[in-house]
């Protein structure tokens, strides 16, 4: 029992994710050697952004982006994302029912729990490899159905639902996989966090550009204001005995504001057109 329990706490630098960057399986095995720890782990971040991104593969993107946006609002803690969560559900206007909800559901707990194994691979040196790949058998026990299908191609494509949940489970074995962040407010995507303060944008790109919008819209909101508060203390000056002009032309004539930002601030309640007074 203690051997066996000593395996499961391998590091996670002895378990090697081999990932080819321009597969269209990502979940196989490719012979990679003598790549680094980090640079493995760089292209498994890379393999699931890409996936997080995808224009032409919108099912495997949005089942992913399902998993991590629920692994990133948890903390990211996977303990509570996997939890089941305990619930009040009004059944009529007397009583309420105690339900359990699961985050996740079970059958795609066991994939993430069972679909992958690891391979034990010599090498040519004195230490073996732990290769993961994916058990197809075991995805389609779990999910009752099929997993692999062919495409127009006649090439074997691995249907979006498991990859993406295969793909979660090689994010979260991978070090450094809290650098995963997104989506960008401003272009939706995901990224690779480049430094711990960065939690927002993708890029300073993206960033500067999000700020110049914010700015914008605010300079054109205080400027609205402004011309709000000048027409309503010109309102007041407007006597209708002392000139032959309505309230709208006579207040544009002394503020330079235009007559249609007027009619529009009184359209939306901005502005009260003054009373005549008999």
Request: glycine fraction near 4%; include cysteine; proline fraction near 6%.
């Amino acid at each position: 029992m203690s051997i066996l329990f000593d395996c499961l706490l391998l590091p996670i630098r002895a378990i090697y994710i081999l990932v080819k960057r321009d597969a269209q399986l990502p979940l196989e095995i490719y012979g990679i050697h003598g790549v680094a720890p980090f640079e493995q782990s760089r292209a498994v971040l890379e393999t699931v952004c890409n996936a997080l991104n995808s224009d032409s593969r919108a099912e495997l993107k949005n089942h992913l982006r399902a998993l991590v946006r629920r692994w990133l609002d948890s903390g990211p803690n996977l303990e509570q994302m996997l939890q089941d969560a305990s619930i009040l559900v009004a059944t009529n206007q007397d009583s309420v029912e105690l339900l359990s909800r699961s985050t996740l559901p079970q059958n795609e707990r066991k994939v993430l729990t069972f679909g992958m194994r690891a391979v034990w691979t010599p090498t040519s040196g004195a230490q073996a490899r732990l290769v993961l790949m994916s058990d197809y058998e075991m995805l389609e026990t779990l999910l009752g159905e099929p997993v692999r299908q062919k495409g127009p191609n006649g090439k074997e494509t691995v249907m979006p639902k498991a990859e993406a949940l295969m793909l979660f489970y090689l994010l979260t074995v991978t070090p450094g996989c809290e650098k995963i962040a997104g989506p960008c407010p401003r272009c939706d995507r995901y990224y690779i966090k480049k430094r711990a303060s960065q939690k927002v944008y993708c890029s300073r790109r993206c960033g500067n550009a999000a700020t110049a919008v914010a700015r914008t819209h605010e300079r054109i909101a205080s400027e609205r204001r402004d011309k709000l508060a000048r027409a309503k203390a010109a309102m007041k000056k407007w006597k209708p005995t002392a000139t032959q002009q309505d309230w709208k032309h006579w207040v544009a004539m002394k503020t330079g504001i235009d007559p249609r930002f007027l009619t529009r601030a009184v359209t939306k309640g901005d502005l009260v057109p003054p009373r005549k007074k008999r």
